[in-house]
């Protein structure tokens, strides 16, 4: 799953030597990445990936607050001298309770980071959730990620959703595993950051611009290789053979509305597979996923970027467990960057969990090197967290003990 890493060189946790021990000293948290990667990207990509909504704060840290809230109540006298940190999906097992989140328009903040965190997915077997919009095509992905490739779609409302149907299509044909329909962007939300960046794709050279791109060599350099960022899973309903700047004003056009129940009741007939459906926040949405045949649900308030008002996932997560009580698989995402954070989900009610920023400034950090950094370090800590808490696999972590505040228990019809 990580690089080779050479015998211990004496006691203690620095002993390890070789470039993946050395990467894991350098950068043993999140924290660490992030910050690197800030000092390797255009401040105009960093702050894609890192602003919220509204007023432009990163109010993801709500999602942090809450999730740092939840303790887990140890039991000791345990052997966990074989922790599995394995897990069951829709019928395939993955290496780990968790999998790369899908993300939109990450080749902007790295280029081709698609690619690398799908390779990386497959490595590590985990799985790899492709989005709509991501710079690099799903069959490419697909080829990469074989056997933990999923497919995430946004709804394309054009010609009574034509464009969305195809896509499904698409990914049936590509051999995804699992289909996740994302109903928690309904509109584009304002983000001050990219505003006053005046972000767009294709680039506009302004002077601002041109200054950033100057004064981050390694990133301006990878971008000259491999071009500005696209959107490949769309170009072929734009027509003829359009460039960036056309196929990026087809999605900024037609990508304008989210999902519908009605739509997705469409979908369930045409898709053969698992289908989840992501950004699940409210016990009676949960409900209307299982009634109209979703096999599983997706707690996600979008890792804390699409409304502000909206509460933290690992708050909500009980109330949702409890309400589907079995019946459907139930998912986190939002602020998972760490195997802690996986036990703590995993103990709250989750059957799986899904991570996106940490696996994307691990990249954005340590380029082709990150997708793997970042598995290694999520083994080791489910493993050590596992291991603390005196559980030895999913199931057990499952029926950990735990203290939480914060947990929303809504009553249904309110």
Known sequence: MSQTQNKPAGWGQGGLTGRAAELRRRFPTFRELQEHAETRTPSFAYWF?????????????????????????????????????????????????????????????????????????????IPYVSSTVANVGMERLASLAPDVFWFQLYGVPRDNHAISFDLVRRAQAVGAHGLMLTLDVPARQKRVHDIRNGLVVPFKFRPDVILEIMRHPRWALRSLRHGQPRFPNLAKYVGGNPGAQEIAAFVQQNMNSGLTWEVIAKIRDIWQGPLVVKGIQHPEDAELAVQLGCDGVLVSNHGGRQFDAAPASIDTLPAIAAQLAGRATVMLDSSVRSGLDVTRALAAGADFCFSGRAFLWAVAALGEEGGDHQTAAFLEEVRGTFAQSGVRSVEEAQRATILHPNAIWLQQGN
Do not use: C
């Open 49 to 125: 990936a890192a602003g919220g909504a509204g007023d432009g704060a990163p109010n993801h840290s709500h999602n942090r607050e809450a999730m740092d809230a939840v303790r887990i109540v140890p039991r000791y006298g345990v052997d966990v001298s074989q922790v599995n940190t394995t897990a069951t999906l829709f019928g395939r097992s993955y290496a780990l309770p968790v999998g790369v989140a899908p993300m939109g328009n990450i080749g902007m903040i790295w280029p081709e980071m698609d690619a690398i965190l799908a390779a990386a997915a497959q490595k590590a077997r």
